[in-house]
């Protein structure tokens, strides 16, 4: 099974951190993506940029309107996500028992639904491509 884990991080979730502090996170983080990686569960992983250098489209109101920012019923953001291949929900929360990103930011980690259809022409969604 595939899921994918958002890393959802407060607003001041690396408040008082160093920049010798962030590079550190940045580094236990990396070297635990690389565990992933090679024990076969990690298929891509990335930190988003900044809130500010992105846009939400909104088309529930009939017409597309951009909001300036993410906002959401929550002042934590999506800083982050992983693509995971692994047997089951227990597995894939087991692989974030060491995340040392995980001590800064709260983990949502949902299935993905791989054999959608389209109801009419029984046509498959496109199939993962990260190149």
């Known amino acids: 099974m595939k899921f994918l884990c958002l890393a959802y991080f407060g607003?001041?979730?690396?408040?008082g951190f160093t920049?010798?502090?962030m590079r550190a996170v940045d580094?236990?983080?990396?070297?635990?993506?690389?565990k992933l990686r090679q024990s076969g569960h990690l298929l891509f992983a990335?930190?988003?940029?900044?809130?500010?250098?992105?846009?939400?489209?909104?088309?529930?109101?009939?017409k597309m309107s951009l909001v300036d920012g993410p906002y959401a019923e929550t002042k934590e953001v999506v800083g982050g996500f992983l693509?995971?291949?692994?047997?089951d929900m227990e597995e894939a929360v087991a692989l974030?028992?060491?995340d040392p990103i995980a001590a800064h930011c709260r983990l949502e980690i949902r299935p993905l639904?791989?054999?959608?259809?389209?109801?009419?022409?029984?046509?498959?969604?496109?199939?993962?491509?990260?190149?």
């Open 11 to 15: 607003p001041d979730a690396f408040a």
């Open 19 to 21: 920049p010798e502090q």
């Open 27 to 34: 580094d236990a983080t990396i070297a635990h993506d690389h």
């Open 46 to 62: 990335s930190p988003l940029a900044d809130i500010a250098a992105g846009t939400t489209i909104d088309r529930r109101r009939l």
């Open 83 to 87: 693509l995971l291949e692994a047997r």
């Open 96 to 98: 974030f028992d060491d």
């Open 113 to 131: 639904v791989e054999d959608h259809r389209h109801s009419e022409t029984g046509q498959a969604r496109p199939e993962l491509r990260l190149s």
